[in-house]
């Protein structure tokens, strides 16, 4: 049983293009981190998100927590080349081992 | 920032022997790392929470007796695939937790280690 959905699982656009990445699950967690993984390489942390409905901003990436902390988006804006990889949400509860999502393949068109 | 190295990037071996991966965490000390394994356009998935100075706990289905893991000290932890075989090919990743940092749950991995098994 996957805790952790994320869609969509591959998404390829246009450069320029806006789009937005869902992670969603019926736990609560205390925190909920999103990577960015390139091919060949580790995950990269991205962003923690702890309070619900926390809202955080990096660049042309926004990341939103859900109230009730079950869920969270990443919103990408003017999407481009650059942004290409992996994006994995992952979640934490307390001290406990993290849970990932399955993934989101995107690719960006230039 | 916290930094996790990991050694070999990648390895090709025969099947039937032993690979050792090391994961090494560079400016902080990890008393607790995560070995995970990914395949192909797949996200990741938990082998293992190695633990400095006792025995790691392995995922339910991971045999620990075929991925050997010891976390001897602060700053290592290692995993050795056993008599490999081709299945066994695959991405292995390493993550360490700096409790320094941002709180309790935040992982700093490795760059991965690609393991071929001919």
């Known amino acids: 049983t996957q805790l952790l959905e994320q869609s969509p699982q591959f998404l390829s656009i246009q450069e320029g293009e806006n789009l937005t990445v869902y992670c969603n699950s019926s736990s609560v967690f205390s925190s909920l981190q999103w990577y960015r993984q390139e091919p060949g390489e580790g995950p990269v942390l991205l962003v923690t998100v702890v309070t619900g409905g926390e809202v955080k901003k990096l660049k042309r990436l926004t990341f939103q927590f859900g109230d009730a902390r079950k869920d969270s988006s990443l919103h990408i804006t003017a999407a481009q080349p650059g942004d290409t990889g992996l994006y994995l949400c992952a979640g934490g509860k307390g001290a406990q081992k993290l849970v990932f999502g399955q993934g989101t393949r995107l690719t960006i068109n230039p | 920032g916290a930094v996790v190295s990991q050694h070999p990037s990648w390895v090709i071996c025969k099947s039937g022997t032993s690979v050792k991966i090391e994961c090494r965490s560079l400016d902080f000390q990890a008393t607790t790392m995560f070995w995970y394994r990914q395949f192909p356009k797949q996200s990741l998935m938990l082998m293992a929470t190695s633990n400095e100075g006792s025995k790691a706990t392995y995922e339910q289905g991971v045999e620990k007796d075929k991925f050997l893991i010891n976390h001897a000290s602060l700053t290592l932890s290692t995993l050795t695939v056993t008599s490999a075989h081709p299945e066994d090919s695959s991405f292995y990743i390493c993550?360490?937790?700096?409790?320094?940092?941002?709180?309790?749950?935040?992982?700093?991995f490795g760059a991965g280690s690609r393991l071929t098994v001919l």
């Open positions: 993550s360490a937790r700096d409790p320094a940092r941002d709180g309790a749950n935040v992982l700093t």
